[in-house]
Each structure stands twice: as structure tokens, then as C-alpha cells.
């Protein structure tokens, strides 16, 4: 069953057609056209269409046949009784809502109609009155136009002889000012006015041609003559040097007026304009800078086609005037005196581009700004590369020769001083470069600030190579053969390389973290660097690598002292024929020597490194404290001078050594005065053994041994406190000579102890201040 509302385009359609019909009968005009077209439509179509089905009287509603009788009968033979309560509903609600509809535009419309009657009522009282105006002024008009014709007509004829008198009057003066024209011209040159003496003779010209061979012969000649004069003092300033450039110029526009030809003096000129920009580039002033843009002005005007000879001449002389600032780069200068001539030539050139934009020099002056701050950055940390290696190198030089007290430690505090002060000097020097707010240093922040971190990532890089080369690890480059002039790498003193090896540790430990801090305080930003490159400034890969290279340089200190005493030994072991060695009468000279060397490692280690953080105990390096000395029983067999027992000592040292626990001797180097000596001495006395093993001894010789090794006990006391690893090491020469000995009878304690007594005394005796 059909029902009164369908899709919700249908009913708006409806609707919309119901208020076009409401309109129509307010305004008492006939329906839409659409509406009586959209309601025929689907009446052609039903009747176009065989199958289709009469139209409904349900939805003839608002056409204008409507029958309300058909209408309700149809309505209710056709709806249930719950179908037409709906549609009572939904009626009453269109017809309240066509009722709200309806009002609302007659209200809207009255208020339009209340507001067009006030709008006509206003207009008419305005228009009284207007018609009697404007006749009244029409006739005021007449009035002055006739008084105007009648004023006109009488002073006709006097005008037209006003007229011809003013120009009889232009005339005169014209004729004066030719007759007068060579006293002008005159005057014009005495008072060097040459600009008003081309005036007055282009004016007059015409006058000449005109009538110079009859009237004014006279005064054309008089006029030529001065005009000749005037030339000739033209041509006297363009070729003056004392002349400004500006001067001669104008000198030229003048000959130009004068249609003298100027082409074949435009390479003369241009000849004068090229020596003094090379006179510009010696002093430069912003006066000359201020000339030269108007020089350039003035020829881009006479000459029209010199453009490209002034855009050459313009980039040749700041190229030169840049050139001239990279020459005094190589001499270190400050940051502030660079930006100071850098930001005037930046004004100079802004100034004469805005002469000739084509010259593109503010993008030249850009780039070759941006070359040299980064050929700066470079330079300062070559410099500072080099201060450092004269600090190193000066000590070298002096190392030589004997040393004073806390001399070492003086040279390793300014090595330090001179790494960490003069890395903090340059981040000042540095921010200049960034503080400033010109327009130069705006656009070159951010590489600059790349710039200052990847210079001091290549520059800590840089000093590690030169590290190398100078405690002769590596060979040096050439660009470094300069710096190490002074410096012979295959005599390089240790104490070098131990101040190289503590100064890494310095640079690790102190420099490196204090200048990652302030480039994060005042040089973070950039980003102009490519992100496959990675961050310009890593500080953990540069503490890494002085790390490895201060445990380099130590262990190379360590290897180079245990070398020299190692030679010593071997010439100590070689030389005599221990076979047949005279019995001991004294310590050995040698025992001398090395305690020299020694006392040499000892002084060079306590001024430069610090003090020990653990001393070794007793228990430190040893598994347990037992050893041959004290064993009670092993003493007892030492002591014994029978001959049996004595050469069965051999295998009862073997024996007591199974049982004796393992003894750490050789442990991790540590930048201490305790650990470097330890592991000098024991390096020494570990060569020494294997010295001893290659030689063959008979008893006098290892009674030698013996006693030297005995002496040696009691006098490395002092150097280090690891007295077991010592007298083990030194035990475990005595047991190699023993081995090496063919009748391998010892000293008796008493003699030993006599002779050692002795050489105390005799070293005693020889410095009475050592305690």
C-alpha cells in the first residue's frame, strides 16, 4: 500500500515546490513554470508509458485540480486506520510548518516595504527645492560667460601686441647673449667652470649654424676660439694624475657634449682606472672604495660598452685584495683583525655591486670569505700544533745536558699547560667568528661551527701521528720534517717518550673532556656537514685513541731504558773470560753503572709521572713469602763449605722450587712512578739471568756473581718496595751462574758481608751527605 511520504529527495522536491506555489499566490502570480513542468512530466511519461498506472490522487495534492473529496476516499480506502493517524500527523506538521514559513515572509518582506517607502519619502524632501538651484545657477553662469566675451573682445588687440613685444623682448636677449658669449666663455675658464662654458656654447650653437657666416661671424669665431681652449684644458685634466678620478670623468662627459671624439681616449682612461685600483689594493679607504664606485658609475655612463672590461677590472682587484689577506694567514693572526678586513671588503664589495650587479661579487666575496675562514681555523691548529712541538722539542734539546731538580716536571707542566690553555684560546679566538651578527658571519655560522669540531677531531688526530714520530715510532711526513729539524729519530732521548706518554693521559683524562664541554656550550648547532659522514667531533674515539697511544709511549719508555742497561750487561758478560776469573776482591764496576742508570730512571719517572695509588706489599706480587734466603734449611746448605754439599745444591734448588708457589712477576703497566721503575728493574734483572745462562763460570766467577747480586739486594731497596719480586729475580741469577758453575762453591757469609761492608764504606766516602 502506497504511502503519503517517499525517498527524501522526492519529499524535498515536494517541499521546495509547495513554497515556489506559496510564493506565486502571495505575490499573486501565476505558478513556476518548473512546477507546472516537473507536474506534467510524470504525467506525459505515465501517459507515454502503455504499462504504467494511472496517476494518484494522493499525489495530486498541490496541483491545481486537487478534489479534497477524491482525495479523503481515496485516502481511506486505501489506509488502515493506523496509516491515517500517521498521515494526519505528518499533514499537521507540514501545515504548521507551512504556516511559520508563510509569515516569516511577510514579515520579511514588510519590513522591505516599510524600508522602501522611508527610503522614497526621504528622496522627495531632498529634491524640493533643487529645480529653483540649479535654474539660478544657470543663469549666474550666462552671466560671467557673457561679461568673459565682452572682456575678451576688448583686450584682443592689446594682447596680440603684448604678445609680439615679449617676443621682440626673447629675441634681444638672445641676440645679447650671443655678442656676449665669448666674454662668458671667457670667464668660464678663468674660474675653471668648464661645465657652464659647454652649456652656453651647446645653447648658442644652433644660433651658429644658423646665421654664423653673416650676422654673429664675429662672435662664432671668438666662441670657437674659447671653445678650443676649453678643450684643451679638458684634455690636460682627463690626462693629469693629480686629477681625481671623478674629476676626469666629468672631463669626459664634457668632451662628449662637445661631440669631440672620446673612443680613442676610453683605453687611456681605462689605463688610469686599472693603476689606481693597484694603488687601491696597497691602501684601501673607504673614501677610495666610495671613488671607485663612482668611477665605475660614470664610465658605465660614457661608456657604454666597457661593462666587461670594468666587471674584470673590479673582480681582478678584490681577488688580489683577498689573495693579499690568505699571504698574511700564514702568519698567525687574530680572529678579530681577519673579521675586520674581511667585513670591509664585504662592504666594498655590496658597494660597487650595486654599480655593476653583474660582477657578482658578493657571491665571490661569499666564497672566497668562506676558503679563507676555514684556511684560518686550519692555520691556528697548526700553529698550536707547532707551539707544542717546540715545548717537546725545546726539552729535547735541553735533556741532553744535565738536568736541575723539578726540571722535567717544569717542561711536563708547560707541555700541559700549552695542549690544554692553548686549545680553550682558540675556542675564544674561534667565537669571535660566530659572535658577530653581520650578514657575512650569519651565513657562514653553521660552517663554521662544523669547522671548529672537525678541526679539533683532525687536530688531536694530527698531534697523536706527530707523537709517534717524535718518540720515533714512525716515520714523520713531509709537511712535519720542518717542525723536526732539531730532532734526530734515531736518537731520541726516553724521557721524551715518557713525557709523550704522560701527556696522552692528560690529554684523555683532562683536555679532551674540558674542550668537548665548551663546544657543546658555545659551538653546538652546524648540520651543514652530510649525515653519512657522521658527527665532525667524536671525543670518545679521540680518548680511545690517546689511550692506546699513552700505553704505546710507556711501554716504548720501558722497552728503550730496559735496552740501554741491557747493553751495558752484554758488554759486562762478554768481555772477561768468566772460566777463569780471579777470586773477588770488591763489588763489580758494573753494579756502579747500573745503579746509575737507574738512579737515571728513577729521576726522569718521579718528576714526570705521579705517585704510586697502591704500593706493592710483600704479598702483592707473591704467592707466598717463602724463598731460598728464607728457608732456614736452604740457608744452612748455602753456609755449608763442604764440597759434597755443595755441588748437590744443584738439585735441591730444583727440588725447592716444585715446591715453592708460582710468583707473579711481570703484571699490567700503570701510569705510576712504582709500576714503571718495578718494571724496569725486573726487565733488567730478567736480561741479566739470561745473560748469565749463556756464560760458563768457574768458582771465582760465580763467587763474583754472588757477591754483585748480594749488593745489588740490599741496594734496590730503595728504588722500588716489591722486595720479594726483586730478590727472587736476583736469587734466580744466582741459582743461573750456579748452574753455569763448574765448581760452584760460594762466598762464606762473613767474607761477603766484609766485602760488601767495604763498598758501602768506599760509596760512603765518596758522597758524605747520602745517608
Given at each position: 500500500?502506497?504511502?503519503a511520504?517517499?525517498?527524501?529527495?522526492a519529499?524535498?522536491?515536494?517541499k521546495?515546490?509547495?513554497t515556489?506555489?506559496l510564493?506565486?499566490?502571495?505575490y499573486n502570480?501565476?505558478?513556476s513554470?518548473?512546477?507546472?513542468?516537473?507536474?506534467?512530466?510524470p504525467a506525459?511519461?505515465?501517459?507515454?508509458s502503455?504499462?504504467?498506472a494511472?496517476?494518484?490522487?494522493?499525489?495530486?495534492?498541490?496541483?491545481?485540480?486537487f478534489d479534497?473529496?477524491?482525495?479523503?476516499?481515496?485516502l481511506v480506502?486505501?489506509?488502515?486506520?493506523?496509516?491515517?493517524?500517521?498521515r494526519?500527523?505528518?499533514?499537521?506538521a507540514?501545515?504548521?510548518?507551512?504556516d511559520?514559513?508563510l509569515q516569516?515572509?511577510?514579515?520579511?518582506?514588510?519590513?522591505?516595504?516599510?524600508?522602501?517607502?522611508d527610503?522614497?519619502?526621504?528622496m522627495?524632501?531632498?529634491?524640493v527645492g533643487?529645480?529653483?538651484?540649479m535654474d539660478?545657477?544657470?543663469?549666474k553662469?550666462?552671466?560671467?560667460?557673457?561679461?568673459s566675451?565682452t572682456?575678451n573682445?576688448s583686450?584682443?588687440?592689446?594682447?596680440?601686441n603684448?604678445?609680439?613685444l615679449?617676443?621682440t623682448?626673447?629675441?634681444?636677449?638672445?641676440?645679447?647673449f650671443?655678442?656676449d658669449?665669448?666674454?662668458?666663455?671667457n670667464k668660464?675658464?678663468?674660474?675653471?667652470?668648464?661645465?657652464?662654458?659647454v652649456?652656453?656654447?651647446?645653447?648658442a650653437?644652433p644660433i651658429?649654424e644658423a646665421?654664423?657666416?653673416?650676422?654673429?661671424q664675429?662672435c662664432?669665431?671668438?666662441s670657437?676660439?674659447?671653445?678650443?681652449?676649453?678643450?684643451?684644458h679638458?684634455?690636460?685634466?682627463?690626462?693629469?694624475?693629480?686629477?681625481?678620478?671623478?674629476?676626469?670623468?666629468?672631463?669626459?662627459?664634457?668632451?662628449?657634449?662637445l661631440n669631440?671624439?672620446?673612443?680613442?681616449?676610453?683605453?687611456?682612461?681605462?689605463?688610469?682606472?686599472?693603476?689606481?685600483l693597484?694603488?687601491l689594493?696597497n691602501e684601501?679607504?673607504q673614501?677610495?672604495?666610495s671613488?671607485?664606485?663612482?668611477?665605475?658609475?660614470?664610465y658605465l655612463?660614457?661608456?657604454?660598452?666597457?661593462?666587461?672590461?670594468?666587471?674584470e677590472?673590479?673582480?681582478?682587484l678584490f681577488s688580489?685584495?683577498?689573495?693579499?689577506?690568505?699571504?698574511?694567514?700564514?702568519k698567525?693572526?687574530?680572529?678579530?683583525d681577519l673579521?675586520?678586513m674581511?667585513?670591509?671588503?664585504?662592504?666594498d664589495?655590496?658597494?660597487?655591486?650595486?654599480?655593476?650587479?653583474e660582477?657578482?661579487l658578493p657571491?665571490f666575496?661569499?666564497?672566497t670569505?668562506r676558503?679563507i675562514i676555514?684556511?684560518?681555523?686550519?692555520?691556528?691548529?697548526?700553529?698550536l700544533?707547532?707551539?707544542i712541538?717546540?715545548t717537546?722539542?725545546?726539552?729535547?734539546s735541553?735533556?741532553?745536558?744535565?738536568l736541575?731538580?723539578s726540571?722535567?716536571?717544569?717542561?711536563?707542566?708547560?707541555s700541559?699547560?700549552?695542549?690544554s690553555?692553548?686549545?680553550?684560546?682558540?675556542l675564544?679566538e674561534?667565537?669571535?667568528?660566530?659572535?658577530?651578527?653581520?650578514?657575512?658571519?650569519?651565513?657562514?655560522?653553521?660552517?663554521?661551527?662544523?669547522?671548529?669540531?672537525?678541526?679539533?677531531?683532525?687536530?688531536?688526530?694530527?698531534?697523536?701521528?706527530?707523537?709517534?714520530?717524535?718518540?720515533?715510532?714512525?716515520?714523520s711526513?713531509?709537511?712535519?720534517?720542518?717542525?723536526?729539524?732539531s730532532?734526530?729519530?734515531?736518537?731520541?732521548?726516553?724521557?721524551l717518550?715518557?713525557?709523550?706518554?704522560?701527556l696522552?693521559v692528560?690529554?684523555?683524562?683532562?683536555?679532551?673532556?674540558?674542550?668537548t664541554e665548551?663546544?657543546a656550550?658555545?659551538?653546538?648547532g652546524?648540520?651543514?656537514?652530510?649525515?653519512?659522514?657522521?658527527?665532525?667531533?667524536v671525543?670518545?674515539?679521540?680518548?680511545r685513541?690517546?689511550?692506546?697511544?699513552?700505553e704505546?709511549?710507556?711501554?716504548?719508555?720501558?722497552?728503550?731504558?730496559?735496552?740501554?742497561?741491557?747493553?751495558?750487561?752484554?758488554?759486562?758478560?762478554?768481555?772477561?773470560?768468566?772460566?777463569?776469573?780471579?777470586?773477588?776482591r770488591?763489588?763489580?764496576?758494573?753494579?756502579?753503572?747500573l745503579?746509575?742508570?737507574?738512579?737515571?730512571?728513577?729521576?726522569?719517572?718521579?718528576?714526570?709521572?705521579?705517585?704510586?695509588?697502591?704500593?706493592?706489599?710483600?704479598s702483592?706480587?707473591t704467592?707466598s713469602?717463602?724463598?731460598s734466603r728464607?728457608?732456614?734449611m736452604?740457608?744452612?746448605?748455602?753456609?755449608r763449605s763442604?764440597?759434597?754439599?755443595?755441588?748437590?745444591?744443584?738439585?735441591?734448588?730444583?727440588?725447592?722450587?716444585?715446591?715453592?708457589?708460582?710468583?707473579?712477576?711481570?703484571t699490567?703497566?700503570?701510569?705510576t712512578?712504582?709500576s714503571?721503575?718495578s718494571?724496569?728493574l725486573?726487565?733488567?734483572?730478567?736480561s741479566?739471568?739470561?745473560?748469565?745462562?749463556?756464560?760458563?763460570?768457574?768458582?771465582?766467577?760465580?763467587?763474583?756473581?754472588?757477591?754483585?747480586?748480594?749488593?745489588l739486594k740490599?741496594?734496590l731497596?730503595e728504588f722500588v718496595?716489591?722486595?720479594?719480586?726483586?730478590?727472587?729475580l736476583?736469587?734466580?741469577?744466582?741459582?743461573?751462574?750456579h748452574e753455569?758453575?763448574?765448581?760452584?762453591?760460594?762466598l762464606?757469609?762473613p767474607?761477603?758481608d766484609?766485602?760488601?761492608?767495604a763498598?758501602?764504606a768506599?760509596?760512603?766516602?765518596?758522597n758524605?751527605?747520602?745517608q
Amino acid at each position: 500500500m502506497a504511502t503519503a511520504s517517499g525517498a527524501p529527495p522526492a519529499a524535498m522536491d515536494e517541499k521546495a515546490r509547495r513554497t515556489r506555489d506559496l510564493l506565486a499566490s502571495f505575490y499573486n502570480t501565476e505558478p513556476s513554470a518548473a512546477s507546472a513542468a516537473g507536474a506534467a512530466a510524470p504525467a506525459s511519461l505515465a501517459r507515454s508509458s502503455p504499462a504504467a498506472a494511472p496517476a494518484s490522487p494522493l499525489d495530486s495534492i498541490n496541483s491545481t485540480s486537487f478534489d479534497p473529496e477524491i482525495y479523503m476516499n481515496v485516502l481511506v480506502q486505501q489506509s488502515n486506520l493506523e496509516g491515517l493517524l500517521q498521515r494526519h500527523v505528518k499533514m499537521a506538521a507540514e501545515i504548521k510548518n507551512l504556516d511559520t514559513d508563510l509569515q516569516m515572509l511577510v514579515y520579511e518582506n514588510y519590513n522591505k516595504f516599510i524600508s522602501a517607502t522611508d527610503t522614497i519619502k526621504r528622496m522627495k524632501t531632498n529634491i524640493v527645492g533643487m529645480e529653483a538651484g540649479m535654474d539660478q545657477l544657470l543663469s549666474k553662469i550666462t552671466s560671467v560667460q557673457s561679461k568673459s566675451d565682452t572682456v575678451n573682445t576688448s583686450l584682443f588687440d592689446k594682447r596680440e601686441n603684448i604678445e609680439k613685444l615679449h617676443r621682440t623682448r626673447n629675441l634681444l636677449r638672445k641676440v645679447q647673449f650671443i655678442y656676449d658669449l665669448p666674454t662668458r666663455l671667457n670667464k668660464c675658464i678663468k674660474t675653471e667652470a668648464y661645465g657652464d662654458a659647454v652649456r652656453f656654447f651647446t645653447g648658442a650653437k644652433p644660433i651658429f649654424e644658423a646665421y654664423g657666416d653673416t650676422s654673429f661671424q664675429d662672435c662664432k669665431r671668438a666662441s670657437e676660439e674659447a671653445m678650443d681652449l676649453v678643450i684643451q684644458h679638458l684634455q690636460a685634466k682627463l690626462y693629469s694624475d693629480s686629477e681625481p678620478i671623478e674629476a676626469r670623468a666629468e672631463a669626459v662627459v664634457l668632451l662628449k657634449q662637445l661631440n669631440f671624439p672620446v673612443d680613442n681616449l676610453k683605453s687611456n682612461l681605462l689605463e688610469k682606472l686599472e693603476d689606481c685600483l693597484l694603488n687601491l689594493q696597497n691602501e684601501p679607504t673607504q673614501a677610495s672604495i666610495s671613488d671607485i664606485s663612482k668611477t665605475f658609475r660614470a664610465y658605465l655612463i660614457i661608456f657604454p660598452d666597457s661593462e666587461r672590461r670594468l666587471i674584470e677590472l673590479a673582480q681582478a682587484l678584490f681577488s688580489n685584495r683577498y689573495e693579499t689577506i690568505r699571504e698574511s694567514l700564514k702568519k698567525r693572526i687574530p680572529s678579530t683583525d681577519l673579521l675586520a678586513m674581511l667585513r670591509s671588503l664585504w662592504e666594498d664589495a655590496t658597494a660597487i655591486d650595486e654599480v655593476i650587479p653583474e660582477a657578482a661579487l658578493p657571491a665571490f666575496s661569499l666564497e672566497t670569505t668562506r676558503d679563507i675562514i676555514r684556511q684560518h681555523i686550519a692555520t691556528a691548529f697548526l700553529h698550536l700544533q707547532n707551539e707544542i712541538s717546540d715545548t717537546l722539542v725545546r726539552t729535547h734539546s735541553t735533556s741532553n745536558e744535565k738536568l736541575e731538580e723539578s726540571q722535567l716536571q717544569t717542561a711536563m707542566d708547560t707541555s700541559k699547560m700549552k695542549v690544554s690553555q692553548g686549545c680553550i684560546d682558540l675556542l675564544q679566538e674561534f667565537h669571535h667568528l660566530i659572535d658577530g651578527n653581520a650578514e657575512l658571519l650569519v651565513k657562514l655560522r653553521d660552517l663554521i661551527i662544523d669547522w671548529v669540531q672537525e678541526g679539533f677531531q683532525d687536530f688531536f688526530q694530527k698531534l697523536d701521528r706527530h707523537f709517534h714520530v717524535l718518540s720515533g715510532r714512525s716515520k714523520s711526513f713531509p709537511k712535519e720534517s720542518s717542525a723536526l729539524d732539531s730532532v734526530q729519530i734515531d736518537k731520541v732521548p726516553t724521557v721524551l717518550v715518557l713525557m709523550l706518554a704522560q701527556l696522552c693521559v692528560y690529554i684523555e683524562q683532562t683536555t679532551i673532556p674540558k674542550v668537548t664541554e665548551e663546544l657543546a656550550s658555545s659551538f653546538s648547532g652546524g648540520g651543514s656537514r652530510s649525515y653519512e659522514y657522521g658527527p665532525p667531533f667524536v671525543p670518545g674515539e679521540i680518548c680511545r685513541l690517546y689511550r692506546s697511544s699513552g700505553e704505546k709511549f710507556l711501554h716504548h719508555y720501558i722497552n728503550m731504558k730496559t735496552q740501554k742497561i741491557s747493553k751495558l750487561l752484554n758488554k759486562r758478560f762478554t768481555t772477561p773470560v768468566w772460566i777463569k776469573h780471579k777470586e773477588p776482591r770488591e763489588v763489580n764496576m758494573f753494579v756502579d753503572l747500573l745503579l746509575l742508570e737507574f738512579n737515571g730512571v728513577v729521576s726522569e719517572v718521579k718528576q714526570i709521572l705521579p705517585g704510586q695509588i697502591r704500593r706493592h706489599r710483600h704479598s702483592d706480587s707473591t704467592g707466598s713469602t717463602t724463598s731460598s734466603r728464607s728457608n732456614p734449611m736452604r740457608e744452612d746448605m748455602l753456609n755449608r763449605s763442604n764440597t759434597h754439599r755443595a755441588r748437590s745444591q744443584f738439585l735441591e734448588n730444583h727440588l725447592a722450587k716444585l715446591f715453592e708457589q708460582k710468583m707473579e712477576i711481570f703484571t699490567k703497566v700503570e701510569y705510576t712512578q712504582e709500576s714503571v721503575i718495578s718494571t724496569v728493574l725486573k726487565l733488567c734483572l730478567k736480561s741479566l739471568q739470561e745473560f748469565v745462562r749463556l756464560q760458563t763460570f768457574n768458582r771465582s766467577g760465580f763467587q763474583q756473581i754472588q757477591l754483585d747480586m748480594e749488593f745489588l739486594k740490599s741496594s734496590l731497596k730503595e728504588f722500588v718496595d716489591d722486595e720479594a719480586a726483586i730478590s727472587f729475580l736476583l736469587k734466580e741469577v744466582n741459582s743461573a751462574a750456579h748452574e753455569r758453575c763448574l765448581d760452584p762453591i760460594p762466598l762464606e757469609p762473613p767474607i761477603l758481608d766484609k766485602l760488601i761492608n767495604a763498598k758501602l764504606a768506599k760509596i760512603k766516602e765518596q758522597n758524605p751527605n747520602m745517608q
